[in-house]
């Protein structure tokens, strides 16, 4: 069971085009956070998002948290090639009758930006 | 600093071979994963360590054994393994469970089973 559907799969834009990537769920998380992985590397963690509602912004990609913590949505503005790469978004939630906590990540974006 | 090492950074190995996988943290993290992640896929999580004891085991084969000897490191032994074990294998820490689930994901060990 897929706790997160990530859309879309794959992407492919030109240079200073806009993109957003969406992560739904219909689960509630405590905190989602957004990666970013290139091939053969581990993922980076760009952003944290925890409260519903929230928007964060770093440089041209803006985070935001969906009001009841259930879906998150990362928008580019004008897109590089430098942004290739695969997106992930991964929730935590606590686990039923315990404390335990465990990331749950989406299938990824695989974003291809042509110059 | 963020800085979680892995080494190797690629292991080719047959199927009669042992080998082990490390990994090192330094920000003082108390809980430590195992990720599979094959390609263009999501990664899968094998183990998670807490405060140095085994915490989560997702039903990962025996040929895969985990260790934590200490709170900075992480050891990932591997036995007997198939040519469907090939894959990217990633270790991760967080400072908690609870506390904060920001994982912090070290570049990967590649690992080939001829």
């Known amino acids: 069971t897929q706790l997160l559907e990530q859309s879309p799969q794959f992407l492919s834009i030109q240079e200073g085009e806009n993109l957003t990537v969406y992560c739904n769920s219909s689960?509630?998380?405590?905190?989602l956070q957004w990666y970013r992985q290139e091939p053969g590397e581990g993922p980076v963690l760009l952003v944290t998002?925890?409260?519903?509602?929230e928007v964060k912004k770093l440089k041209r990609l803006t985070f935001q948290f969906g009001d009841a913590r259930k879906d998150s949505s990362l928008h580019i503005t004008a897109a590089q090639p430098g942004d290739t790469g695969l997106y992930l978004c991964a929730g935590g939630i606590l686990s039923r009758g315990s404390t335990l906590g465990r990331l749950y990540f989406g299938r990824g974006t695989q974003l291809t930006v042509w110059p | 600093d963020t800085e979680v090492t892995q080494t190797p950074k690629h292991l080719v190995m047959g199927m009669t071979n042992k080998k082990s996988l490390k990994c090192e943290q330094h920000?003082?993290?108390?809980?430590m994963y195992w990720y599979k992640q094959k390609a263009k896929k999501p990664p899968e999580l094998m183990f998670v360590y807490s405060y140095e004891k085994l915490s989560i085991n997702e039903s990962v084969p025996s040929r895969f054994s985990p260790e934590c000897p200490n709170s900075s490191l992480l050891n990932l032994h591997l036995h007997a393994l198939q040519p469907e074990d090939s894959a990217l294998y990633l270790c991760a820490s967080s400072q908690g469970l609870v506390t904060s689930y920001e994982q912090y994901f070290g570049p990967g060990t590649r690992l080939t089973v001829t």
């Open positions: 920000m003082g993290h108390r809980a």
């Open positions: 998002v925890v409260t519903g509602g």
């Open positions: 689960s509630v998380f405590s905190s």
